[in-house]
């Protein structure tokens, strides 16, 4: 696709169940991050995957996170038993890796955990 | 020591102004700079990028960078109320092309 897309671009979802967030990168780009942005507030790093390397999870805020890359192109972030606190808006960026490579982010997908 | 530091404003500077963003980081090694600027409710949107010292321009945009300072800023020329919004500063690892973010500065350019 001509950028990155993000679905669905909001989710609303009851405390305590799972909930998929789902990023399709630019065609060809490496390099995937996940952020969290609550209101008002800066980017908060979740992952990070740079083609087969081991992705650095180190932003990851508890174990009910996890997020995967199949096939070094789409990239699932689940969110296990979700709670109030996990209301935020989810970005997604890629770039084509490597040091002097510029990142594009999706539009996000804003979750609602009533 | 955050590893990039920005002001967080909020930085309010007339129409027709220069705005003057500067940036901040720890890496000594690092060799990519980025500028995004994000308006509330959306999302990151890319503005300059710069790897070399010195300045590169880009229309009403330059982006400033100093190494051996470790600084790196973002003027703005002739600014206008549309520029108003939160300017974030990124700067690629070294080591394993990791991107880290400040916390932004909020520009608000008043008519």
């Known amino acids: 696709g001509a950028g990155v897309s993000q679905s669905p671009s909001n989710k609303v979802t009851e405390k305590g169940k799972d909930v998929e967030l789902r990023c399709d990168p630019i065609s060809g780009h490496t390099a995937l991050y996940w952020y969290r942005q609550s209101l008002g507030q800066g980017l908060e790093f979740l992952i990070y995957?740079?083609?087969?390397?081991?992705?650095?999870k180190s932003g990851l805020p508890s174990d009910r996170f996890s997020a995967e890359r199949t096939g070094g192109s789409v990239s699932t972030l689940t969110i296990q038993r979700t709670q109030q606190e996990d209301s935020a808006v989810y970005l997604c960026a890629s770039s084509l890796g490597g040091g002097y490579t510029e990142a594009f982010f999706g539009q996000g997908t804003r979750l609602t955990v009533v | 020591q955050k590893e990039v530091e920005q002001n967080s404003g909020p930085l309010s500077v007339p129409e027709g102004a220069i705005a003057s963003l500067n940036c901040t980081y720890s890496?000594?090694?690092?060799?990519?700079f980025f500028w995004y600027r994000q308006y509330s409710g959306k999302s990151p949107e890319l503005i300059m990028s710069i790897y070399s010292n010195g300045d590169k321009e880009d229309g009403r945009f330059t982006a400033q960078l100093n190494k051996a300072s470790q600084y790196v800023s973002l003027l703005i020329r002739d600014s206008q109320p549309s520029d108003s919004a939160t300017y974030l500063c990124a700067v690629k690892k070294d080591s394993n092309y990791q991107l880290i973010w400040g916390a932004g500065t909020k520009l608000i350019i008043k008519p």
């Open positions: 890496d000594r090694v690092s060799q990519s």
């Open positions: 995957f740079q083609g087969n390397s081991a992705p650095d």
